[in-house]
């Protein structure tokens, strides 16, 4: 009895709650995602990447910035996108295209309920296109930023309206499971899958990714509910000074130690493999659009001797990866 309750009191927008509070995966899983797709790439093109592999590594999380940090009006909805908004049954009644999201929804449904989808087969387009005219800076730019969004589509919660558990009392539970968790457990994680993959229909791999996020909401707000109702307070928090949950410094409650580890154990992998997922995905995109631009050479766009000095790097962070480490940057962690 107590869903269909919450999802009216969803519909009427009781609890309609600003996204603008909430990060996407985190620094750890965003930096992670972007770089670990670099390895993840066939040599002919991933020595490119790897060339750049600094900067698509720091520009993963820029997207986040445009939207908190610039506060660019533009960027929010193209993080998320509010399924139940959408009144969502079947891929089969949404638009397929931005065109047709516009011309069915209008500018400003779009930009209350979400892009995400479509945005991605967007930046597919530009990106494919960057590739084909060799146009250095832009493929960086769109390569990275696509990762961005690929690793949010990746993030059950960018798929519904209960973005941080705000209509079922668990507020803070976004950067719990996206940044909080692989903080502390992502330097386990087992992040390589597979080799990648040519991607014959976009709109179809972007609604698969969508869809089976989307059938994880219920069971990681679930999972967390039950142990909100069994744990006081104090268990599940670190608690401050004042009695208060203390929090990190994007303002998010910060959970304790053994609260996130029985969580982590009870999501049984989930979060591992959301962001192995996204890993696999964006490289299998960024494949795509290399092999649909004609697989040009893009280590000409480079001097001679960065590929060179470059190529021994590659090889070793390459292995590393695939047996299981990705290495060559350090990141700040968002929950100290
Ligand atoms: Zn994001």
Redesign the pocket.
Known sequence: MKKPKIVSLLLSGVLACGVSAV???GTWG?THINKGAILALPKEMGMFFFNHSDFITEESTV??IR?HTINDKAEGT???IDLERYGYKTRAEMPRTMDEALAKYGKDTLNKYGILPWYIQDMMVKLTDAMKNKRKTEILFLAADLG??I??AH?PL?TSINHDGQATGQEGIHAFWESQLPDMYGNSYRLYGSDVHYIADIEKATWDIIDSSHRLVATLLRVEDKMRRDNPEDKQYVMGPDGKPKKNKYGSPIHATEYAHVYHELLNGMVERQMRLAIEHTADFWYTAWVNAGKPDLTVLDPEYITERNKPIYSEEEKAFKAGKIRGFRVDKDFQ
């Open positions: 990060f996407a995966w965003h997207p986040d939207k193209r993080h998320y961005h969004y690793g949010d993030m960018h």
